[in-house]
């Protein structure tokens, strides 16, 4: 009992080790393209900055709204680097319309400052 316990602990070694040195470490890269990754990452992002989004909008624009299914983040850019640095800008494209069935009136796009003190809206672009 004692020489299996030995090999299975022998082959749980083994593996493990050839599991972190196999293991590629993903890049962080400074811009990051919706094009490049578009997946759920991206949705959760632009629905955790709605309000955010919206806020400005209906400021600039009190009769426009938007979509967030025809949104899209266009960049990520991370500020400062190092381990448990959390400062972030975030660009992110808003297609605005009147009215429910009406066409689009325009992108806007909006340049977030994330940090984990909160978020605030840096540039607007028309």
């Known amino acids: 009992?004692?020489?299996?316990s030995v090999i299975f602990l022998l082959l749980l070694i083994s593996l493990t080790t050839v599991s972190f040195v196999?293991?590629?470490?993903?890049q962080i890269a400074e811009n990051v393209s919706a094009k490049e990754i578009h997946s759920d990452f991206f949705d959760v992002l632009l629905v955790l900055l709605d309000p955010y989004a919206r806020k400005v909008i209906n400021?600039?624009?009190?009769?426009?709204s938007y979509a967030l299914?025809?949104?899209e983040?266009?960049?990520i850019k991370r500020l400062t680097g190092g381990y448990s640095q959390y400062d972030f800008t975030?660009?992110?494209k808003y297609d605005t319309y009147t009215g429910p069935f009406n066409p689009p009136e325009g992108p806007i796009?909006?340049?977030?400052?994330?940090?984990?003190?909160?978020?605030?809206v840096e540039k607007i672009q028309k």
């Open 73 to 75: 983040i266009l960049e």
């Open 109 to 120: 796009t909006l340049t977030f400052h994330v940090t984990t003190e909160g978020v605030s």
């Open 90 to 92: 975030v660009k992110g």
């Open 69 to 71: 299914w025809d949104a």
């Open 1 to 4: 009992m004692k020489k299996i």
């Open 59 to 64: 400021k600039e624009y009190p009769s426009r």
């Open 22 to 26: 196999t293991w590629k470490k993903p």
